[in-house]
């Protein structure tokens, strides 16, 4: 019951009385938002609660048969491809706007404005929309959130107060790549890791509570993907897929455990690897014939390759992983959504009809894709062949963002900064 008393107060704050009773509800924050004691329906990393683009919620309208769903809200958040984070009733995402990023925390279930943090950031378009490349990440009491030009941001959860701040190039060395920086923090346990690209400091760990660094290792180029985290036995792991290779960092020390080489055109390694027990599964878009999906054996300590398949190019977004099979939206016949089996590698079926710049996660045996030009579409996440569940045009313009399924909506945003609540819960 005080759970949900407590969930109200947090749909019902608006940012001036955010800050009026900051310091008290601060107290009860740490008891009921946080990364530890975060609900099954919670999304608190870009890539979800278990790193992998899947959810764990089952209470939600996964097929639409009986008609689509409602828009619950929809809210300007400025240009850029960040997703959004959700925990508890707060969600936050950011956006570019006359050269400044805006962090928003959002009430989930009404889009209402909690607070906002700004900071400058020179917009650049990179070629398309532009604006801001990563997702903030919520951990416990405080949002991480990483700008494309290197700024590090630690921000109060519950007010949006500055806690502390970094720059990943005049603080580490970093060196920008082409596309600057575009990967999520990773919170594991007390650290904060980060791809910087700095000759000495590639990567790095930083104390998730003041920002002191921990350890810095490598001098890989950076790459454009989210790190995750790995565990062989006793050895925890992050693993970060730079511009030529994915690396292995043991988490405590920083040491590299063991390196794949993996090279592709413009050095745009962009899509997050998956943890699949003691397999890896691996792949990446931008290199014609050498873009391609691979899965690697990790029981020896060193990684094995098993297989590789040519088919798969998933150029800006990451695969998922159910029941043995990954699905991902690939750059090849101008755009297809692909069912590859893991035992062997083999392309189970294919489906034609998405772009190739589309998302996708997954949830309940359902794939929730959003398609390029803004089309929400639900399908089975089974070997047998493409069924499509539900369809809905939600957004107008291009969009390159994850949607994310959380407590009863799917969240979806544009380039151009069109963030979108979709209400999937269940009718009564």
Known sequence: MFQFAFRVLLAGCRERRVEQFGRVAGLLVGAFVSVSSVSAADWPFFRGPQQNGSSAETDWRSDWSDGPPSIAWKKQVGIGASSVVVVENRLITMGNEDDQDSVWCLAADTGDVLWTYRYPCKFKDHNYEGGTSSTPTIDGNNVYVLAYDGQLHCLELLTGKLVWKRHLVTD???????????????????????????????????????????????????????????RAGNVKMVLVFKARALIAHDVSSGQQVWRIPWKTNYDVNASSPIAVGKQLFVSSGYGGRRARGALFDLQSGNPEEQWVNDDIETKMNSAVVVDEHAYCLSERAAGQLMCVRLKDGVTVWREESFSPYGALMVAAGTLIILDEDGQLVLADAASRGFHQRGRLAVLSSRSWAMPVLANGFIYVRSNAGELVAVDVRKRG
């Open 172 to 230: 580490f060395g970093g060196r920008y790549s082409s596309w600057d920086y575009a990967a999520s923090p990773l919170v594991v346990g007390n650290r904060v890791i980060l791809d910087t690209g700095a000759d000495g400091n590639s990567t790095v760990a930083l104390d998730k509570s003041d920002g002191t660094l921990l350890w810095g290792n490598g001098n890989d180029l950076a790459g454009y993907a989210t790190p995750i985290s790995y």
